[in-house]
């Protein structure tokens, strides 16, 4: 089942957003989920990832110190909170999972990962 993605929007450079990212068929067993980004005529940019069993996050060195992701294991739920927002994040920010426990040397690839879902924008402004 596709992840749905929540929480996009404009905002103003410094600002604040967080994403969510609700999906089903999460297991401690094998499930690894994290965040993508993209913009017209730039390639597809890997954000950060984690193993739903795991606390160690993987994060692009563009965003590290100012996103956040977490889970919430009760509600099938993560987030990515994005701090101090810069106008060069502006994109759509895809969630993706896959039902394996990658090792941290694939997560940043996004052939990787099984599901994605639709997207949603944000834009932050200058």
């Known amino acids: 089942v596709q992840p749905v993605e929540s929480g996009g929007g404009l905002v103003e450079a410094g600002s604040s957003v967080r994403l969510s990212c609700i999906a089903s068929?999460?297991?401690?067993?094998?499930?690894?989920m994290g965040w993508f980004r993209q913009t017209p005529g730039k390639e597809r940019e890997f954000v950060a990832a984690?193993?739903?069993?795991?606390?160690?996050?993987l994060y692009a060195d563009s965003v590290k110190g100012r996103f956040t992701l977490s889970k919430d294991s009760g509600k099938n739920t993560v987030y990515l909170q994005m701090n101090n927002l810069k106008p060069e994040d502006t994109a759509i920010y895809y969630c993706?999972?896959?039902?394996?426990?990658?090792?941290?040397?694939?997560?940043?690839?996004?052939?990787?990962?099984?599901?994605w879902g639709q997207g949603t924008q944000v834009t932050v402004s200058p």
């Open positions: 993706v999972m896959t039902r394996r426990n990658l090792i941290v040397g694939t997560m940043r690839q996004g052939s990787e990962y099984d599901s």
């Open positions: 068929g999460i297991t401690s067993r094998g499930t690894t």
């Open positions: 984690s193993r739903w069993a795991t606390n160690h996050i």
